[in-house]
């Protein structure tokens, strides 16, 4: 096995491996600025310098193969005085603004900046001054804080096949921003938000809506209700101590109870009903002559995808809405009806992953009677930093229940958080719906997997139906780019946005760790395991509601309430 | 340029070849005087690039502009021979004038500005370029009344 020797002491090696990785297994910590996991090392901060005999510059960690008998320094002087110079770089023209930007506490560069010690001003530059583009109703982007170490960009175009952003210009004008200098409302981009968890400063943050929930909160005359979408119980605990796939349900609801909210839904029984309506919607597709593929519609950011980039399979795209805006409808048009609250004076809130969540709420199809479905959208982060800022001791609350009836769910509809989990959930009920029978409520390996294009086969009575999930939009393209060649023909796809499901969507902790996603993951599959309520079509309260007031699936009210209507999602 | 002349000029570059990038570019600029929205989306889609790659590659170069040309097109240079001899005045007094940056054009199209890097003529500096013609020795007096001069060339009509 190869050997190099890393500050005097010999390390192996594995083939292919850069210098990067092998310093990282080492447990040494190696600043790293335009590096991102997954995508190739383009070599541009060079922060990530180390010192290898022999060579007269020094060499970017990243970028270099490990290669037999190197002799590597990590942190001498003149590796230490390199990097810092760096970053003081950078900071002469970056604005002095840490006390008031929302990446303070998250920042990387801020972070850097304290580990190399950095306490005096050595450069001063002009700062940069454009404004910020606020055009987006997910994302703010604020081009002074941008380092333009390109990982957005990289992101952008090469994780989810959008490319809205690239570096334009040049020198001392250079900017990371779309087509033309447009603001990003006008661009391609499909707020799916993983340029924001690339993003290390505060160049790129959440379009934040934390202020219209506290106003509600105080406003008297609202009832304020929240739901919360099932990835986010199993990562709201990082931010308060809990190792990553940590389920603090009971604990969140509690808080939620703390922050004022009158009534706390839990969107994964929504979920079921997307289940149900999705189930019956491919029924009806597989026996009615199609469109077929249906995919699936939970992702707003897929959607927009396909809106922007692939108009031909808009009609494939199911008519149901998503969880959180089935869950807005139900909140407006019959919970409220049911307990005496004139709809008007419902503020909807929900506690989503994503940052597409925020512009699915404000399309033209998620108004139901007129009102919005859902008013504001928290992400993950705004929700953590909402129960700081209110001092709620979170570790120490007493756990509490969702409220009904809207907060019982099967562990189907909570499986929705990870990539393949719609697919499983919809399977288990579409099994019962064409046999009448529940199936083994095994795992289903084959689709549990985060990476690539995942198929199946299921047989169900004398119907082959064959499934596909995949996540992260390039793997889409890649999957469409199969469909459209013949080379494969599903009824049903799932589809995520984001790499892995919303486990790791957009709004949930800053970076990227694929050891807490797949922490979260497995705490998912863990709650199903642990569940009495498996199938979607046994929540007791689903069935009530379709007994009481849906009808059944894909009857009148359901169109009315849970469907975005003949047209299919709206186009602009 | 039309859209039917610009898919058709578009069209001549084979498709798909991202390396084809630079020179379309300067083919459609050199056809329509600039790179229209248009023009840009449409070599991003025949190059199977996403729009914004297109343009910042473009607006690297200070060669490409993105607004039509005005009815005088106004060029200052800012090589070093003209900057010693103050070619910043000039330039400052041209923005003041004309209420526009560098690579703009007035809103009602009659004048755009550029800088260039060195016109070759330095024993001339300062240097203005305009319509084409230069102009030696300039200074923000002479600027001034050079602009009086063109009117005719700027008015609509004309
Ligand atoms: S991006 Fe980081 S360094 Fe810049 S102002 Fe924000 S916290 Fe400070
Ligand atoms: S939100 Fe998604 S599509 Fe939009 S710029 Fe960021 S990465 Fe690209
Ligand atoms: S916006 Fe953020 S991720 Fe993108 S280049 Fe700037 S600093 Fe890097
Ligand atoms: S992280 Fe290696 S050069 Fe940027």
Redesign the pocket.
């Known amino acids: 096995m190869p050997q190099i020797i890393v500050n005097g002491k010999s390390v192996h090696t594995d083939p292919h491996e850069t210098l990067l990785e092998v310093l990282r297994r080492e447990g040494i910590r190696i600043p790293t600025l335009c590096h991102w996991e997954g995508l190739p090392a383009v070599g541009a901060c060079r922060l990530c310098v180390v010192e290898l005999d022999g060579q007269v510059n020094l060499v970017p960690a990243c970028a270099t193969p490990a290669a037999e008998g190197m002799r590597v320094l990590t942190h001498s002087p003149r590796v230490v005085d390199a990097r810092k110079t760096i970053i003081e770089l950078i900071l002469a023209n970056h604005p002095d603004d840490c006390l008031y930007c929302p990446r303070k506490g998250s920042c990387e560069l801020l972070r850097l900046a304290n580990e190399l010690g950095i306490t005096e001003r050595t450069y001063r530059g002009a700062k940069i001054h454009h404004p910020k583009d606020v055009s987006s109703p997910s994302l703010v982007r604020d081009p002074e804080k ?8 990289r992101v952008c175009s090469q994780i989810q096949h959008v490319g809205a952003i690239d570096f334009t210009s040049r020198g001392a004008t250079a900017l ?1 921003a779309p087509a033309f200098g447009d603001g990003l409302n006008i661009s391609s981009c499909i707020h799916c938000g993983q ?1 924001v968890m ?4 505060g ?2 943050t959440d379009a934040r809506h934390i202020r219209r929930v506290t106003s509600a909160l105080e406003d008297p005359s609202l009832t304020v209700v929240i739901q919360h979408a099932p990835s986010v119980s199993v990562t709201l605990g990082e931010y308060f101590g809990f190792a990553p796939g940590t389920d603090v349900d009971g604990l969140m609801v509690a808080a939620l109870r703390r922050l004022g909210f009158k009534v706390v839904f839990d969107t994964s029984f929504t979920a079921d009903l997307t289940v149900m309506e999705e189930a019956a919607e491919l029924v009806d597709r597989i026996r009615n002559h199609g469109p077929l593929p249906m995919f699936t519609s939970c992702s707003p950011a897929w959607v927009k995808f396909v809106e922007n980039f692939h108009p031909r399979w808009r009609e494939n795209v199911s008519t149901c809405k998503s969880p959180q805006q089935m869950m807005g409808a139900l909140i407006k048009n019959v919970w409220a009806g049911n307990n005496g609250v004139h709809p008007d004076r419902v503020f909807s809130v929900s506690v989503m992953p994503c940052t597409a969540k925020k512009a699915e709420a404000r399309r033209p199809e998620m108004l139901t009677e007129g009102r919005f479905d859902v008013d504001a959208v928290l992400t993950t982060r705004e929700l953590a930093e909402l129960i700081t800022m209110k001092g709620i001791d979170f570790s120490t609350l007493t756990p509490s229940l969702p409220d009904h009836p809207f907060g019982t769910r099967s562990s189907a509809g909570k499986l929705f958080g990870a990539t393949g989990g719609v697919l499983e959930a919809a399977l288990r009920t579409a099994f019962h719906m064409l046999t009448g029978q529940n199936p083994a409520a095994e795992p289903i390996h084959a689709l549990r997997e985060s990476e690539g294009i995942r198929e199946l086969t299921l047989k169900i009575g004398d119907l082959e139906l064959r499934v596909a999930a995949v996540s992260g939009l390039a793997a889409a393209d890649r999957l469409l780019g199969e469909i459209e060649a013949g080379r494969m023909n599903p009824h049903l796809v799932e589809v995520m946005s984001c790499p892995g499901g919303c486990i790791a969507g957009g709004g949930q902790p800053y970076g990227h760790d694929a050891t807490a996603v797949a922490s979260r993951m497995q705490a998912l599959y863990k709650v199903d395991r642990g569940s009495v309520l498996r199938f979607s079509h046994e929540n007791q309260e689903i069935l009530r509601l379709y007994r009481e007031v849906l009808g059944e699936p894909l009857g009148e009210t359901s169109h009315r309430l849970l469907h975005t209507g003949n047209g299919g999602h709206h186009v602009r | 340029m039309n859209n039917a002349d610009l898919i058709e000029l578009v069209s001549q570059t084979p498709d798909g070849d991202p390396s084809q990038l630079i020179s379309l570019l300067q083919k459609v600029q050199e056809a329509s005087g600039f790179l229209s929205r248009e023009a840009i989306e449409a070599i991003a889609g025949h190059l199977r690039l996403s729009p914004s790659a297109v343009y910042g590659v473009a607006s690297f170069y200070n060669q490409f502009r993105f607004t039509a040309p005005g009815r005088l097109h106004l060029q200052v240079c800012r090589g070093t021979a003209c900057h010693v001899k103050g070619s910043l005045d000039v330039l400052e007094t041209l923005q003041r004038e004309l209420k526009i940056l560098p690579g703009q054009t007035s809103r009602d199209g009659a004048y755009s500005l550029e800088t260039v890097a060195c016109v070759g003529a330095c024993s001339l500096a300062p240097v203005v370029v305009a319509g084409g013609e230069f102009h030696a020795g300039m200074d923000s007096e002479k600027t001034k009344n050079l602009l009086t001069s063109m009117e005719q060339v700027t008015e609509c009509n004309a």
């Open positions: 941008c380092i333009l170490c390109g990982r957005c960009v990371v340029c690339a993003c290390p400063t160049a790129l």
